[in-house]
């Protein structure tokens, strides 16, 4: 069993930054893929990044590629996503996830999510 505990989020204006963090509990976090997935308000929840289990792939979706940055530190049992110029429509509930099965196929969907974090909220004011 892993627990997921996201914190980071908060208010922030259009343009600043954020970094979320996730830390799991176990001794098995470096064997998961990790991941972070979001909810806007009335949408499904979506995809945001995702790195494989010694860092060495990451993966994004296009709609934060290029100011989004995910990483994590095994010794720490600890996932984090850095977002920059953040805008409005990133105003989300944020889900860490740990993956049951992780490869360059499956990083996107949630029915490979084995782990869900409670999420936590990112709000930027338009």
């Known amino acids: 069993q892993v627990q997921l505990v996201e914190s980071g989020g908060g208010l922030v204006q259009a343009g600043g930054s954020l970094r979320l963090s996730c830390v799991a509990s176990?001794?098995?976090?470096?064997?998961?893929?990790m991941g972070w997935f979001r909810q806007a308000p009335g949408e499904e929840r979506e995809f945001v990044a995702a790195?494989?289990?010694?860092?060495?792939?990451?993966f994004y979706a296009d709609s934060v590629k290029g100011r989004t940055t995910i990483s994590r530190d095994n010794d720490k049992n600890t996932v984090y996503l850095l977002m920059n110029n953040l805008k409005p429509e990133d105003t989300a509930v944020y889900y860490c996830?740990?993956?049951?099965?992780?490869?360059?196929?499956?990083?996107?969907?949630?029915?490979?999510?084995?782990?869900w974090g409670q999420g936590t909220q990112v709000t930027v004011p338009s």
């Open positions: 996830a740990a993956y049951e099965i992780f490869n360059s196929h499956t990083y996107s969907r949630e029915d490979r999510v084995y782990y």
């Open positions: 790195i494989s289990q010694s860092a060495i792939s990451t």
């Open positions: 176990g001794r098995t976090f470096s064997s998961y893929g």
